[in-house]
């Protein structure tokens, strides 16, 4: 049947490659139509509580896609024409931005923050800036407004006077009726920010849509750099490989085409909208899988087969005849393995996995329909047919080196047991390291090389630290707070609870700010008596907080909607500024509030609900990651195990095929840690491919020692020559791979450590593979080796 269909498909061969031509024309059409929306706080699972309770939030309130902008003066302070002016200008330009949330923007110019002025006879509540600044007047007014607000002084202004904030949000669910995406959120506050700078005043700006914007922006060229030259790399390792274009082109062609279908095939059957920029990394994937499998191939054909034959077609037939099984399952694995991430309930994770997995089968499609036609039409000259002897006294120094360690480990005694011992021992502390590794992801930090430590040299980076170092009002950590009575959150005694709740939040290390209701009310009660700082207190009457709540609200409706619901009153947020999204900020703050809220707040008339804004939507990262990590990396290690136990109808067999891959990603952790990489969803790619790849070459060494085998009856011998030619070709697959993954290492961004990654798991099962499979199938000598023989 093998051959029926090839040689079908090698005689139309014209036809068949018109129609590959023609599918990968309409999947790129297709492509040309994608767009990334890429939102972290749709990245863990949806079922997560605090994913939940930030959508309420989000849909209600804002608060889920904060930016914060700095103004600061180098020469002088705020209060001056041009930079008063300036914080009226953007804070304009801001309000009339797509999805901008307008009842949450916050500035010295925003609707809701008043001048507020009183005395016994006289009460004076307006905006704090109504209008550009034209005269002096008008500055120590402002001035004024500023200084006797401690809302203010301190929280919008700094208390050098020299740097004031504007603080916005912007709605990013596709079930709002008004969003909008990150990277137009940064493009936009970008041109706006950079428009009003000048010799005088430097601006800022931070937040999670300006990290994530910028990735999906001006950080995606870092990524097409990345793969051009990973794509050379590649060429380069084939060229040594092959010492002819043929070997170079196929492969590359085939993974180009391979990776057109895969998104194509994405855009498709799933849509046209891309949900996480990970996806990016499925090129480099498939580049790699390509490789791995086209050098097999044409190894084979051009070292073996067609010096052989000397005639193309049937070199072709026999080689693809030989390497079907292998080459086939080890894509079913591959396919496997990306399967399962692509059923993980992280947005950033499922659709590489599923993307990946498209790709995959379109290789194994492409293989008959692109590969096999090309190599008909260029098949190059064959090359002397000579003996293993002479192949052995012509091969190079890896060659060599190659079989030494495979001689070595079959039938060596002391060497090889100590390789055995060293390896143990590495293994041994690879494990005991598992309990110390922290897993979560810190967006400030995750987007850039954790080798090069790129964010030194990073002005998004740095823009985040000149506003931390002043304000550290960065990150919202929102909590949802409900009272048991209609109007409740205008009763004294609630609010009093809020406040001290407000206040416990404030005094944790990383708070920069804190937004509540009873801080207007607060405010409120001040002013109506001579602003006398006793009076910064919630009143004790409740007809007290009902007018200062219309006083307030009177010439700006809304000014409460970001932290009060307005339809009943008995719902409110309080939300407290981190200044950082690390793993030890992230899990610090949300014990604290829920300890508070369960020990001293929720009492029956209140009830906090805890893990909204930037830091609930981190820790619900750093809870999911860990345990979706090991189940899918457990999971793509069964689906393998069972694709190997149905082929081959052995357990001991899927056990021999995977034990180097589990040594290996047990030891990969450890080098991650020892590297100082933070263990991350951009680790997931490294580990996918190594559920792909890393079972590949044993597939191939099964079918290739089978073959040995039937010839000599001799099992270290055949172990030898299939080693020694699996391993030889894998040299040209894997190591040009793990040169190109590592040449990554020096772009700016999140793909030079999961190059790094990729590269190091490749190297790790590439390195064990040599030393630890021909150790084993000799001591061992596996009956489900040569059963079927």
């Known amino acids: 049947m093998v051959k029926g269909i090839v040689e079908f498909i090698l005689r139309f061969r014209m036809v068949v490659l018109i129609l590959v031509i023609t599918l990968t024309a309409f999947f790129a059409y297709n492509i040309l139509k994608m767009k990334l929306i890429d939102n972290p706080n749709e990245w863990p699972p949806p079922s997560d509580p605090n994913v939940i309770l930030n959508q309420e939030i989000e849909k209600n309130y804002g608060g889920a896609n904060v930016v914060t902008i700095q103004l600061e003066t180098k020469d002088g302070d705020i209060f001056n024409y041009s930079t008063l002016k300036k914080i009226k200008l953007i804070t304009d330009d801001i309000l009339l931005m797509d999805g901008v949330v307008p009842f949450y923007v916050t500035s010295l110019a925003a609707p809701k923050v008043k001048y507020m002025k009183g005395t016994e006879d006289f009460l004076d509540i307006n905006f704090l800036i109504p209008d550009y600044p034209s005269t002096q007047e008008d500055i120590d007014r402002i001035k004024y407004g500023v200084l006797h607000n401690p809302t203010i002084y301190g929280s919008l202004v700094s208390l050098d006077k020299k740097a004031s904030l504007i603080i916005a ?122 490789c791995m499998h086209s050098v097999q191939f044409l190894k084979r054909y051009f070292d073996e087969e067609y010096p052989r034959i000397r005639e193309a077609r049937p070199a072709i037939l026999k080689t693809f005849s030989v390497l079907l099984l292998p080459m086939g399952l080890s894509l079913i694995t591959d396919i496997a393995g990306f399967g399962v991430l692509a059923i993980v309930p992280f947005d950033n994770v499922s659709v590489l996995g599923r993307i990946a997995s498209f790709g995959l089968v379109s290789m194994l499609i492409c293989i008959c329909l692109l590969l096999l036609p090309l190599l008909s039409y260029f098949p190059g000259s064959p090359k002397k047919q000579i003996t293993e002897e002479e192949r052995g006294k012509q091969a190079n120094l890896l060659e060599k080196l190659c079989q030494k360690i495979v001689v070595t480990q079959v039938t060596g005694t002391r060497a090889r047991w100590m390789v055995m011992t060293c390896m143990a021992i590495i293994l041994i502390i690879s494990i005991v390291s598992l309990f110390w590794i922290s897993v979560g992801q810190d967006n400030t930090y995750a987007i850039h090389n954790y080798l090069t430590k790129s964010w030194r040299n990073n002005r998004i980076f740095q ?90 609200d009177q010439g700006a409706p809304g000014t409460f909607q970001s932290v009060v619901d307005y339809r009943g009153y008995n719902r409110g947020v309080l939300v ?90 047990i030891i990969f952790f450890l080098v991650m840690k020892l590297s100082g990489i933070e263990i991350n969803s951009n680790i997931t790619s490294a580990m996918a491919i190594a559920m792909g790849v890393g079972v590949d070459a044993e597939l191939y060494f099964y079918y290739r020692f089978r073959e040995e085998y039937v010839k000599s009856k001799d099992f270290n011998g055949a172990l030898i020559i299939g080693f020694t030619k699996i391993r030889n070709a894998l040299i040209y697959s894997h190591l040009p791979l793990i040169i190109g993954c590592w040449a990554l290492i020096p772009i700016p961004l999140y793909v030079s450590y999961v190059g790094y990654g990729m590269g190091m798991i490749l190297f790790l099962c590439f390195a064990i593979g040599f030393v630890l499979p021909p150790f084993l199938y000799s001591v061992l000598r596996p009956k489900f080796i040569i059963k079927r023989n």
């Open 169 to 290: 949000d912007f709605w990013s669910s596709e079930k709002s009726h008004r969003h909008t995406t990150h990277q137009v959120i940064y493009k936009r506050i970008k041109e706006i920010c950079e428009g009003y700078a000048d010799d005088n005043t430097k601006i800022s700006y931070t937040g999670t849509p300006i990290i994530i914007g910028w990735v999906n922006s001006d950080g995606l060229p870092y990524i097409l750099f990345a793969f051009i030259g990973f794509i050379l790399v590649a060429c380069v390792a084939l060229w040594f490989a092959f010492k002819n274009i043929v070997g170079i082109v196929l492969p590359i062609v085939l993974a180009i085409t391979s990776i057109i279908w895969a998104f194509g095939l994405q855009a498709v059957l799933m849509g046209e909208v891309l949900r996480s920029a990970s996806a990016f990394v499925v090129p480099f994937v498939l580049v790699a899988a390509s």
């Open 463 to 552: 823009m985040q630290m000149e506003i931390k170092e002043r304000f550290k009002t960065i990150f919202p950590l929102n909590i949802l707070i409900k009272t048991r009575d209609e109007d409740g959150m205008k009763s004294p005694e609630v609010l009093k609870q809020i406040d001290k709740f407000a206040e416990f939040l404030q005094k944790q290390k990383s708070i920069g700010g804190v937004m509540a209701l009873p801080l207007y009310i607060k405010l409120m009660n001040r002013t109506m008596h001579g602003e006398k700082e006793e009076y910064f207190a919630i009143p004790k009457e409740r007809r007290a907080v009902v007018d200062y709540l219309y006083l307030y």
């Open 576 to 665: 407290a500024f981190a200044d950082n999204t690390s793993h030890e900020t992230v899990n610090s703050l949300m014990n604290a509030a829920r300890e508070y809220a369960k020990n001293t707040f929720n009492n029956g008339q209140v009830t906090a609900f805890i893990g909204a804004g930037t830091i609930g939507i981190a820790s619900a990262f750093n809870n999911n990651i860990l345990k979706w990590l090991i189940l899918a990396s457990l999971l793509s290690a069964l689906a393998s195990f069972v694709c190997l136990l149905v082929s081959f109808r052995s357990f001991i067999a899927g056990l021999f095929f995977l034990l180097p891959l589990a040594i290996g990603t």
